[in-house]
């Protein structure tokens, strides 16, 4: 038996590397998973099913999230991992870019926290959303990525206090992880920016000196907070980050 046996539970974000990481703990813990994907479609364990969704689009996120509800015969838990990141220097920050980031961050983890909640207040479940580290301590040169998953803890924050009557947690993590976009960043540097970046990572990170492991390090940490574990466990934010948001650092 599976920590999360019987479980009904929807990750956004299937094709990415934290919701691809997260969608195969939870089906390999038993839990029955179904998952949504912005462009190419993921490859998932078998009995995990996926659907095209845009996160941004309240309409499309109920259409869907209600599809694999009824497909679930059911909903347990929301693992909201869809999203973007994005660098812009803050007196360059247009309208296009505060859309983008707020549409993608901030609006999807409004509208699918509610298309999960129409399907959990009856019985009660837990949403995990994603924050972020930047979002606490802000990020020269992110600062509409910091704004927008600040904007997400806030959200996050509220809904446990208002949706706790219903036996519904709300919670987030915040990943220092290592993914696809961290990789592709890394293949556009050259030496030397390399060396400073791995440098600096070494001596922020505590254990072990770099990013996390999505599969080993952060989707643990998701099967607990989507679980029964973590039943007194409420309005949240759990860094995942190897010691890098230590308070007083």
């Known amino acids: 038996m599976g920590k999360l046996e019987g479980k009904r539970i929807i990750v956004t974000g299937g094709a990415g590397g934290i919701g691809n990481a997260a969608v195969r703990l939870l089906a390999a813990e038993g839990a029955r998973v179904a998952c ?8 998932l364990p078998a009995g995990v099913s996926s659907r095209r969704c845009d996160v941004a689009d309240r309409e499309d996120v109920f259409r869907v999230f209600d599809a694999f509800a009824a497909e679930l015969g059911g909903l347990d838990a929301l693992v909201h991992a869809a999203g973007v990141h994005g660098s812009c220097p803050a007196d360059q920050v247009d309208a296009a870019n505060w859309n983008r980031m707020f549409d993608l961050n901030g609006k ?9 909640f129409r399907h959990l207040k009856a019985g009660g479940g837990s949403i995990v959303n994603m924050g972020s580290v930047e979002g606490i301590r802000g990020n020269a040169g ?10 997400v803890m806030a959200w996050t924050r509220s809904i446990a206090q208002e949706w706790g009557c219903h036996g519904v947690r ?21 030496a030397a920016t390399l060396q400073a970046m791995d440098a600096g990572l070494a001596r922020l990170i505590p254990l072990g000196g770099k990013l996390g492991d999505p599969s080993r ?25 190897g010691g890098f948001m230590m308070l007083g650092s």
């Open 217 to 241: 390090d952060l989707a643990p940490v998701l099967v607990f907070l989507a679980g029964d574990d973590s039943r007194f466990i409420t309005g949240q934010t759990i860094a995942v980050d």
């Open 142 to 151: 992110n600062a509409v990525y910091a704004a927008s998953r600040g904007a």
């Open 170 to 190: 709300a919670n987030c993590v915040a990943p220092v992880i290592a993914t696809e976009i961290f990789q592709r960043q890394r293949q556009t540097m050259d």
């Open 108 to 116: 999807a983890a409004v509208w699918t926290n509610q298309a999960a």
């Open 36 to 43: 949504t994907y912005n462009n190419a479609r993921p490859e």
